[in-house]
């Protein structure tokens, strides 16, 4: 469990970087993993073809949670054509945490990088579940 | 601090013995299991029915002109006989096997239900309801017509029956749990029955979580279907049953084709076996079934009001150790009053999902979710919860346990 619940994660759980909503985002994407009832939504702000601001919001478990606080940091400033290529590695990598024998958990971590694929591709279009996955 | 409880009244210690599974470590620590609610672990004498089964005499049931078939075939039969008689049924041709209480509704909503139901027709349910048995009677409503009506829940998570009669109006059938597995209110299903017949509509008990933890009889309560899951009752999984009354399921069409469900096939057209054999097409799960049997000796030599009264105990002493924890709050009725021992409950500040994790850390296995009751969740607009819910096996040290790793989760997120 101290592998689940590193610091940093905890960190940023309990003081999230970029909770909240834009003001008029230029995407706006929302999931949810049934499974849990966890929920995230991430709004863009795009100039240029470069993310130049995001937000999270929703409500879910602390490793959902921390990851949307995590991802969004990290794609402000970055392309979206090499967001829309974030991988699932590169999330695991970026939350520090063993996740990969753990199929429910892993879920968790996932749906902030489900919520920004569906909304840099559009609903419908971003990779599917096991894609990503 | 330990509670003191009934334990004596039987031998705990030489009991837990009896399930192997309980006898191993998780994350170093000793295995609290405090999943029953979604499924109960298996005493020995159930596993080593199973074996004995394959070992000694596997054959298909109710073909064979042999010796192996024919023991396959008594020892099948006898199962529902025993089935039969733990729930008070009057013959055990009231004993369909199914997989589990999902098909044993499904089975109705299907087989009754379309028979019998026209637009207009009512259906009545509750607003605790597990999703199987609440997705069937939508299914049910959107194929004839029929409308779906709601018993509202009061603040203790108990049914409002204060408008009960007005709501049975134009009812054909009332559906209900008769103990939450979420909320762990146990549902006074009798008086439900003799009101809803009163207005001609047929009762369906949902009987997943009674079953297994308290005496069920089905006469008693004047009903007429109970469904309930093996797998849950110390049983295997894949075996399930659906209770009928005879006069009702010999008016019911088949629910699937095949073999054994027939008595004479024809190119064009068929004619049905008899109930039960009518509702079990196909080979069944001869296995489970048998084992089955076993679990049900195994509880009742036990006693199912020992059974209930020892998880009596322990709810009491888990509702009060509960009350130590600060931010604490749990859903459905605060006493042991008609209460089952499934505790949900919710952690300030700290998801659920994150306190199954820290339990899970110490040994401690619960549940964490919205439990397939997502519109009871809604009512108390919270995604989810966490559940800890007890067995005949657990004892008090366990949620003492729980409380510990509780609080332990509470500095962790504070
Ligand atoms: C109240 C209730 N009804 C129905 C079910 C469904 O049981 P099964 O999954 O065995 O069909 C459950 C268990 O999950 C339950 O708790």
């Keep these: 469990m101290d592998d689940l619940y590193r610091e940093l994660i905890l960190e940023h759980y309990k003081h999230p970087r970029r909770r909240g909503r834009l003001d008029h985002p230029d995407i706006s994407a929302e999931e949810h993993n049934p499974l849990c009832g966890d929920r995230v939504r991430i709004d863009l702000r795009i100039e240029n073809g470069i993310i130049t601001d995001a937000r999270f919001d929703g409500r879910g478990c602390a490793i959902s949670q921390a990851a949307a606080s995590m991802l969004t940091d990290e794609i402000v400033g970055m392309p979206v054509e090499q967001a829309k290529r974030f991988s699932k590695e590169q999330l695991l990598t970026l939350i520090g945490i063993p996740l990969s024998h753990n199929p429910v958990r892993i879920k968790c971590a996932l749906l902030p990088l489900k919520t920004l694929k569906a909304g840099l591709y559009g609903v419908g279009h971003a990779p599917q579940d096991d894609e990503i996955e | ?414």
């Design chain 2, 1 to 414: 601090m330990t509670a003191s409880t009934t334990l004596s009244l039987f031998d705990i210690v030489a009991l837990r013995r009896e399930f192997p599974i309980l006898n191993q470590s998780v994350n170093g620590k000793a295995l609290a299991f405090l999943d029953s609610a979604a499924s109960s672990q298996k005493p020995r004498r159930v596993i080593d029915c199973l074996e004995d089964y394959y070992r000694r005499y596997n054959a298909n049931v109710h073909r064979g002109i042999y010796r192996l078939s024919e023991e396959a075939t008594f020892a099948f039969e006898r199962a529902r006989g025993k089935v039969a008689r733990f729930i008070n049924a009057r013959s055990q041709r009231e004993i369909v096997f199914v997989r589990n209480t999902t098909e044993a509704i499904n089975l109705v909503a299907r087989s009754w239900g379309d028979a019998n139901l026209r637009e207009g027709d009512r259906i009545l349910l509750s607003i605790m309801e597990h999703h199987s048995n609440l997705v069937p009677w939508q299914m049910l409503a959107q194929r004839t017509g029929a409308k779906l009506e709601f018993l509202p829940i009061d603040g203790e998570g108990r049914l409002v029956l204060d408008n009960l009669d007005a709501q049975l109006e134009g009812v054909r059938l009332v559906a209900i749990t008769q103990q939450s597995n979420v909320l762990g209110t146990i549902n006074p299903v009798a008086e439900i029955a003799r009101r809803a017949h009163a207005v001609g509509a047929l009762v369906l008990v949902d009987g997943a979580q009674s079953v297994p933890h308290m005496p069920v009889d089905v006469q008693a309560l004047d009903i007429d279907f109970l469904a309930f899951s093996g797998h849950k009752m110390c049983g295997p999984t894949g075996i399930g049953v659906l209770w009928g009354r005879r006069a009702i399921l010999d008016q019911m069409p088949p629910f699937l084709g095949g073999g054994s469900m027939i008595k004479v096939v024809g190119l064009y057209e068929s004619t049905y076996a008899d109930v039960p054999a009518r509702f079990e097409a196909g080979t069944p799960a001869i296995a489970e079934a048998i084992a089955l049997g076993e679990a049900v000796d195994f509880l009742q030599e036990i006693g199912m009001d020992r059974i209930h009264a020892h998880e009596r105990e322990l709810l009491g002493y888990a509702l009060e150790r509960l009350r130590e924890v600060k931010g604490l709050r749990v859903y459905g009725p605060t006493t042991t009053e008609m209460r089952g021992s499934a505790v949900s409950f919710t952690l300030d500040g700290v998801h659920p999902h994150d306190v199954a994790a820290v339990l899970d850390s110490e040994g401690i296995a619960v549940r964490a979710g919205h439990h397939c009751a997502q519109p009871l969740h809604a009512h108390y607009n919270i995604p989810a919860t966490t559940r800890a819910s007890f067995y005949l096996y657990n004892i008090p040290e366990e949620v003492d346990r729980l409380v510990a790793a509780l609080h332990k989760a509470r500095t962790l997120f504070g």
